[in-house]
């Protein structure tokens, strides 16, 4: 490297060589970091290496060494930064579009090299600054011309979209991209021609104005607000710096207001960037797609980025052009993105410093105008992609794909490069340094803001971001790495990956747990329990930081998955499944004793191994087989809150008497009943008669107790998307209970219920995830809730000698309600005492079919369990 870049014996020369051989070192590292990214990606070294991209640098890094030695005779007193600084900027930012696309990559290198060829041609004619001072109208007139021809024959060469470029054999051209510098050139000359004459402020102004005006016009009307608002802010320095007048700042600003205003009330899509600027999150798959994806490739970058070639960059539209930044900020995170604003920062600088240093008021204007308008554009587009300002559509300049902008960039480079080499030319004048301060200061603090949004995303936001189930990223990396398993109480696998690094797929093997255990999908995101054991699943928690940290370094990926046991019972599961087939309704089994949920079942149900052929139509169903009904379905309970009635023992009854017949024939029962029932014949058929002289016997209040004291106020402690439960208000009066069916709960709630009387009056907490199986320590127990004590043993005996069945240790009631959709019937049950099994608690409600039916089908269900 030292040799390609071998000094002169002047300092400034051996500056630049060793600015310059840093810069080829750091982009050959970046370079092989990209060559080497599959294997990383892949974990092994039998991959495809990418090498296409070493075309990109063997040309920047020739050219580099050639305009070096050219400046070295042609401009040798030149500032030593500016050629590093842009080589630098430009060298990354072509490594980073041959990553995004070597098709792109082929084209900017093309690019680079008429670019770097244009330098060298220009840089042994300094004549040619003053040619453009004196024919400053014609310039202009000129970038005018080309821009307006826009309006007949432009074109976009992605073939949708602004028609903002000419095109010929191939070849596009954006005027507005050389009319941004030959607005700068002429405000330089003119204000410089007319320091001069003896004019008012008013009266050399208008000129200047007029022309702007024509200029915003062409801008606006092509709807590229962005571009018109940098003209402006260009205006607005250059007149600033050249008269000192703070007014002409104030004055722009309500332009920029005005013509925002305008074009948000014109253009749509001026309105949809605004709009998604405002709050992205309202459309984050639609119109806002670009900004969140951007945000969320910031995130994903975190402190130290995923490592080159590693990212995801290709995810946000035109990766490789206006969103660059948020694509070098996945992959180098925010240490790359301060360190590519500190570039920017020292341009920007240099250019200043530059401009007090030149031989005349119009190249002092020139340099001035240069570097704000390389600062404000990076500004702008830097600040699009981190949220912090609209997206405006500029490109970022030397680092962005496009022709046209790294053209105009290197004319700029060269202005600077032949004003920094004549500065021993210069002629005493007396300078107003404070606009010069101001300036600096209001710039430098646009650059400050960038950065600190930018770790505000990749630091603070990062954990967040990054793991919001819309980000393709995440499933992106479980093709690499194997997305740890769902597997029972016995260790056989419900959910897991299945296939080879970089095509690993999630095979869902029961799926009838689906509503339950959900999906991982790279579209349609997660559910279940995939979603709420993801950072387990996904090997971001459960495994050592240091682990977590040098895979995230080395190859920009969590470490493997973990896997997570379940409390289900594959067998009691099947049965359970098997009892609702056909049927729309929920059924759960737990543990009375634990809490554990042994089996879940909802219908109809989906499965998730075929979520791409049939979303649409399971979005839309009517019977929502996407809806897990055991915690989100909320059913009236009716007369299935008779076991908990009778737990609760608030009331005295003389049950040696058969409830009245008149009261059973007035409100009916789910189940026949003989001609003279008893209590507990009565009950179990769920008989609202039999409830209602129940409730007779009861405090006015004491409703709410027995919903309280069964759980049915407060949502279970399990991490499922569950429906809302009652309110206070639901229970103001007993018939609204029987009648009205306000009163309601969700299986699980009512499941929990009965285990709360077969497990001697403890409701349990539910408990699904058992334990996680670390790298480390091996399965390690997840933590799980407390039981909470709410029956006497008085009241249970009640409830147990009532609705014991006589041939088997289990009892059990059926209701039905009826609701506006028809009728639905529950079977509540579980084990007595008696048993000497597990306990088991059983809730089941079925929107379709009989009372007997749903009888039948939880006795049996029931019977098959503890038969097991």
């Known amino acids: 490297m030292n040799r390609l870049f071998k000094a002169s014996t002047s300092y400034h020369s051996q500056v630049e060589s060793q600015l310059l051989t840093q810069a080829a070192w750091f982009l050959f590292f970046y370079a092989a970091a990209i060559s080497l990214s599959p294997a ?104 005018l011309a080309l821009t307006a021809l826009t309006f007949f024959i432009g074109t976009y060469p992605g073939g949708s979209g602004p028609h903002l470029w000419l095109g010929l054999f191939g070849m596009y051209l954006q005027p507005s991209e050389p009319l941004k510098l030959l607005l700068i050139i002429y405000l330089a000359a003119y204000l ?31 709807r590229d607000l962005g571009t018109a608002t940098i003209f402006i802010l260009i205006f607005a320095f250059i007149v600033y710096l050249a008269t000192g007048r703070r007014r002409v700042i104030l004055i722009c600003l309500l332009a920029i207001a005005a013509a925002g205003l305008m074009g948000y009330q014109l253009f749509d899509v001026i309105r949809v960037r605004v709009d998604a600027w405002i709050n992205p999150w309202l459309d984050p798959s639609g119109r806002s797609y670009q900004i969140v994806q951007s945000i969320i490739a910031v995130a994903s970058g975190g402190v130290f980025g995923r ?22 900020s996945e992959e180098t995170g925010l240490v790359g993105t301060i360190g590519l604003l500190t570039i920017i920062s020292l341009l920007f600088t240099r250019g200043i410093k530059i401009a007090l240093y030149a031989s005349d008021t119009y190249r002092r204007n020139l340099a001035a105008g240069i570097s704000i308008y390389l600062a404000i554009q990076s500004i702008f587009i830097v600040g699009g992609n981190l949220r912090l300002l609209p997206l405006s559509g500029v490109t970022l300049p030397f680092v962005s794909y496009g022709g046209s902008s790294l053209l105009t960039g290197f004319v700029a480079a060269w202005i600077l490069l032949s004003i920094s080499d004549q500065s021993e030319k210069r002629v005493t004048t007396t300078i107003r340094i404070k606009p010069y301060i101001i300036s600096v200061a209001l710039i430098l603090t646009g650059v400050l803001a960038a950065a600190l949004v930018n770790g505000w ?63 991982s999908h790279p579209v349609y995101g997660l559910s279940g329990l995939e979603q709420a054991y993801d950072d387990y699943l996904r090997g971001v928690d459960g495994n050592p930081s240091l682990l977590i940290w040098s895979n995230q370094l080395l190859y920009g990926q969590p470490p493997t998955g973990l896997d997570i046991r379940l409390s289900i019972d594959s067998f009691i599961q099947k049965l359970t499944d098997q009892a609702l087939s056909e049927k729309k309704g929920a ?50 309970v009716g007369t299935a809150i008779t076991p908990f009635v009778l ?33 507990s014949e009565a009950l179990t058929a769920g008989c609202a008669g039999a409830v209602d002289d129940l409730l007779n016997h009861m405090p006015q209040n004491d409703m709410k107790e027995i919903y309280r004291l069964g759980g049915f106020f407060t949502l279970p402690d399990l991490p499922l998307p569950q429906a809302a439960p009652s309110s206070l208000q639901d229970l103001q009066r007993k018939d609204t209970l029987l009648g009205n069916s306000a009163g309601s709960a969700t299986p699980l709630q009512m499941g929990l219920a009965a285990a709360s009387i077969s497990s001697g009056g403890t409701r349990p907490s539910p ?102």
């Not at 041959?98 to 098709?103: D, H, N």
């Not at 990054?466 to 690499?480: F, H, K, M």
């Open 767 to 868: 408990r699904i995830a058992m334990a996680v199986d670390t790298s480390a320590q091996g399965w390690v127990i997840l933590p799980a809730g407390k039981g909470t004590q709410v029956y006497s043993a008085e009241g249970l005996k009640m409830a147990l000698t009532l609705l014991k069945n006589e041939d088997t240790p289990t009892w059990s009631t059926t209701a039905s309600v009826p609701t506006s959709e028809g009728q639905i019937h529950w079977f509540v049950g579980g084990t007595t005492p008696d048993w000497q099994g597990t306990s088991l608690a059983v809730a089941i409600v079925v929107e379709n079919g009989t009372a007997e039916s749903t009888q039948r089908l939880g006795r049996d269900l029931l019977n098959a369990i503890m038969m097991k």
């Open 192 to 222: 410089a021609d007319l320091r001069i004459q003896r004019l008012t402020f008013f009266q050399w102004l208008m000129p200047a104005l007029i022309i702007l005006a024509a200029s915003l016009l062409i801008l606006l009307a092509q």
């Open 587 to 636: 059924a759960i089994v737990l543990n009375a004793q634990t809490g554990e949920i042994l089996a879940i079942s909802s219908q109809p149900g989906f499965d998730p191994n075929t979520l791409d052929e049939n979303w649409l139509s399971w979005t839309t169903r009517v019977d929502s087989p996407l809806m897990n009904r055991v915690t989100q379905g909320s059913y009236p």
């Open 40 to 143: 990383a990606r892949l974990h092994s070294w039998e991959v495809t290496y990418r090498w296409d991209h070493w075309v990109g640098y063997g040309v920047w890094l020739a050219s580099a060494s050639i305009i070096f030695h050219r400046l070295n005779h042609t401009l040798p007193d030149r500032d030593p930064f500016i050629l590093p600084l842009i080589m630098t900027l430009c060298g990354w930012g072509l490594l980073e579009v041959w990553r995004l696309s070597a098709g792109f990559g082929v084209r900017q290198t093309i690019w680079l090299a008429v670019c770097l060829t244009t330098l060298f041609f220009l840089s042994a004619r300094p004549i040619i600054l003053d040619l453009l001072r004196r024919y400053k109208y014609l310039w202009l007139a000129g970038g």
């Open 647 to 679: 737990s609760a023992q608030s009331m005295s009854i003389p049950f040696n008497t058969p409830p009245s017949r008149t009261s059973l024939d007035g409100f009916g029962c789910a189940l026949p009943i003989s001609e003279n029932p008893s209590w």
């Open 457 to 519: 995303w990749s630091v603070f936001r990062s954990a967040s971001l990054s793991g919001r189930v819309d980000n393709p990223r995440r499933s992106i990396a479980e093709r690499y790495v194997r997305r740890g398993a769902l597997v029972d109480r016995s260790g056989q696998p419900i959910t897991m990956s299945m296939g080879t690094p970089g095509e690993f797929t999630r095979e869902y093997l029961v799926p009838g747990l689906a509503a339950t255990t959900g999906y």
């Open 307 to 328: 490592g080159p070639g590693l990212g995801s960059p290709g995810l946000i539209p035109v990766a490789q052009s206006d969103f660059i930044f948020a694509a070098i």
